[in-house]
């Protein structure tokens, strides 16, 4: 199994990017989908989550009207368009699958993908 993220970059503050994270191996069609970061010395922190069909997500206070998650089941991708991006949106990002939502918000993961940087200069 394997979770592929991609998308991530730089962008001045202000600017957007949309990353991808699609799966290979299983089919993650039924499971909740989410995405983390972790900046710098810090550590990792939940970002936003989406239920198997997409009709349930949950975001961070940080990530409440600037991001949005979405999936495409057909594709095994899950997705994270970020609008309004701040220097303090600097980090590794993860994607993750998880049981539900609430698990992707407790950070509890049946698996993990290796990060893409964002990189968000002033």
């Known amino acids: 199994v394997q979770l592929q993220a991609s998308g991530g970059g730089l962008v001045q503050a202000g600017g957007s990017l949309r990353l991808s994270c699609a799966a290979s191996g299983r089919t993650f069609s039924a499971y909740a989908r989410g995405w983390f970061r972790q900046a710098p010395g810090e550590e990792r922190e939940f970002v936003a989550a989406?239920?198997?069909?997409?009709?349930?997500?949950s975001y961070a206070d940080s990530a409440k009207g600037r991001f949005t998650i979405s999936r495409d089941n057909a594709k095994n991708t899950v997705y994270l368009q970020m609008n309004s991006l701040k220097p303090e949106d600097t980090a590794v990002y993860y994607c993750?699958?998880?049981?539900?939502?609430?698990?992707?918000?407790?950070?509890?993961?049946?698996?993990w993908g290796q990060g893409t940087l964002v990189t968000v200069s002033s």
């Open positions: 989406i239920s198997w069909s997409g009709g349930t997500t």
């Open positions: 993750a699958v998880s049981n539900n939502v609430r698990a992707v918000v407790a950070g509890q993961a049946n698996y």
